[in-house]
């Protein structure tokens, strides 16, 4: 995998009504597609159900969906970001590099442009990426060094100046109910 420094992946895993797929899209620093890649959806037999009992759902997104989809991947971003906090360790194990978890917040925003608030969860942060938005919530896999906090926000802060960062877990959602339709 080529490693590309101005890009930013995005993971999607969903499960629903018995069925798991995923989506991953890596995109410039302003936004524009450079790889995608998706599963087709995976139903679960029912002996496969009783068999991998509780471990079905972490088998399933983990190593079958999200390990396939970043393997699959042929621009390698430094920074993975994903929607659900339970997939950043494996996600940066699959990566191999950084991985957060970034969603919306309601907090006020805060001082400026690339000020980050601990949250009082561990590993948890607001990042202030724009100097107008509210902050984003940065959940990181757990034992992430404060140093490597301080280098996302700035990769943070420096997409944000020419993309809106959450705006691509929209467009991957959109092209997995297009491809369903199909």
């Known amino acids: 995998m080529a490693s590309s420094?101005?890009?930013l992946g995005y993971v999607v895993v969903e499960g629903a009504e018995g069925q798991f797929r995923g989506a991953s899209l890596v995109v410039d620093l302003r936004g524009i597609p450079m790889d995608f890649r998706y599963t087709?959806?995976?139903r679960p037999s029912r002996l496969e159900r009783i068999l991998y009992g509780s471990a079905l759902d972490v088998y399933l997104r983990e190593e079958l969906i999200l390990q396939s989809l970043i393997g699959a991947v042929e621009a390698n971003p430094p920074l993975w970001i994903c929607c659900e906090a339970d997939l950043t360790v494996p996600l940066k194990t699959a990566g191999k590099g950084k991985a957060l978890c970034l969603s919306a917040s309601t907090h006020a925003p805060l001082e400026a442009a690339g000020s980050v608030e601990p949250t009082g969860e561990p590993e948890v942060v607001l990042v202030q990426a724009d100097s107008v938005s509210a902050p984003l919530r940065a959940a990181f896999p757990p034992g992430t060094r404060p140093e490597?906090?301080?280098?996302?926000?700035?990769?943070?802060?420096d997409a944000a100046r020419t993309m809106e960062l959450l705006e691509p877990f929209g467009?991957?959602?959109k092209a997995l109910v297009s491809l369903s339709e199909e």
């Open 5 to 7: 420094n101005n890009s």
């Open 148 to 157: 490597e906090i301080r280098q996302v926000a700035e990769m943070l802060v």
């Open 171 to 173: 467009r991957i959602q």
């Open 40 to 42: 087709d959806p995976i």
